[in-house]
């Protein structure tokens, strides 16, 4: 069409302009004009066209861009008499693919997260056996010496303050040595604050106290419009409460914000803190927090990064992609 309009065109206006404008015009003359109409019409039917193809390579390139970032629901207008219309196709057909396969594989890593979950309470439950058994063997019989020890203490400082005061010495050392012990069975414990509710429940239940416990002001900011799969919400827990940690145990912060929102590509959770920060070369590669928030997300696909710089906070993002329909679980 480009070819017939480029050629047809320029001969129709050195047509008129011999009949009209130069009747009396040389063959050269005529041949200098057509040779610049017809170069002048070819520019600008090129530059048309060009401008076209270039809209179309660009729209290619965004979707690439889009689909590369999680977004497999891109789709590509496919018209016929499109130079790129075969390509359109291609790029679609393999979102499609792609889409329909991480929607399979998805769901896999879903009911695997949940299935490690449910042989997670059978674990809790056995570890909760074994310390009542460490209680018992331990801070039990330590409570029930200290006791006997105690209850005698009067006579016998009425009959020896010497060995009176030795049984006051043995007496703090093992309480101090029952505290310790009872400090370290505690902190084996982990509640399973999730059970039975939604993760915004869970989490305004849990955030503000975690908060309060630690002297941390916390903002909790729930932008999620969607549901949540329950696999989901298992893993952005444990990631949340990981962060946390995290935040306690080195960023000496005042406050803490925790963002989470979605989109039609995903989930997206933000952790930010007013801490002291650091360089990216002060964390270990694979450090225990950020590989551990790195491999609950990419169980599900998705990725975990941390930014951070000295004196201005951490930030901790979590990405979460959505590759079908959500669907709660109700237990």
Not at 73 to 97: H, Q
Request: contains cysteine.
């Amino acid at each position: 069409m480009f070819f017939i309009i480029s050629s047809v065109l320029p001969w129709s206006i050195i047509y008129s302009i011999k009949h009209q404008l130069m009747q009396h015009a040389t063959m050269v003359q005529l041949w200098l004009v057509g040779t610049f109409v017809f170069l002048l019409t070819s520019l600008a039917f090129g530059y048309g066209v060009g401008r076209r193809q270039q809209s179309r390579i660009d729209a290619l390139h965004l979707a690439l861009k889009q689909a590369a970032q999680g977004d497999l629901t891109i789709r590509l207008p496919e018209r016929e008499g499109y130079m790129l219309a075969a390509v359109y196709a291609e790029f679609n057909e393999l979102a499609g693919k792609l889409e329909r396969r991480l929607q399979v594989m998805q769901r896999q890593n879903e009911m695997h997260v949940l299935e490690q979950a449910a042989s997670n309470e059978e674990a809790v439950l056995e570890e909760r056996k074994r310390l009542a058994r460490d209680l018992h063997d331990t801070v039990s019989q330590q409570l029930f010496a200290i006791h006997m020890s105690a209850s005698s203490l009067p006579k016998l400082l009425s009959i020896s303050p010497e060995r009176g005061d030795q049984v006051m010495e043995q007496l703090i050392t093992m309480s101090s040595h029952a505290q310790k012990q009872m400090r370290g069975l505690i902190a084996q414990l982990r509640p399973l604050e999730l059970e039975g509710r939604s993760l915004e429940d869970a989490l305004e239940r849990w955030f503000p106290d975690y908060c309060r416990q630690n002297g941390l002001q916390g903002e909790l900011d729930w932008r999620v419009k969607g549901t949540i799969s329950e696999a989901k919400e298992h893993q952005l827990f444990l990631i949340v409460q990981e962060a946390m940690a995290n935040v306690v145990k080195h960023a000496q912060a005042n406050s803490v914000t925790l963002t989470l929102s979605d989109t039609r590509s995903g989930l997206t959770m933000l952790l930010q803190d007013d801490g002291l920060g650091f360089r990216a070369d002060q964390v270990r590669p694979g450090s225990y927090g950020l590989s551990t928030m790195q491999e609950r997300a990419l169980q599900l696909g998705g990725d975990a990064a941390i930014i951070s710089k000295p004196g201005g906070g951490t930030r901790i993002r979590v990405s979460l992609p959505n590759y079908g329909a959500e669907e709660r679980t109700e237990g």
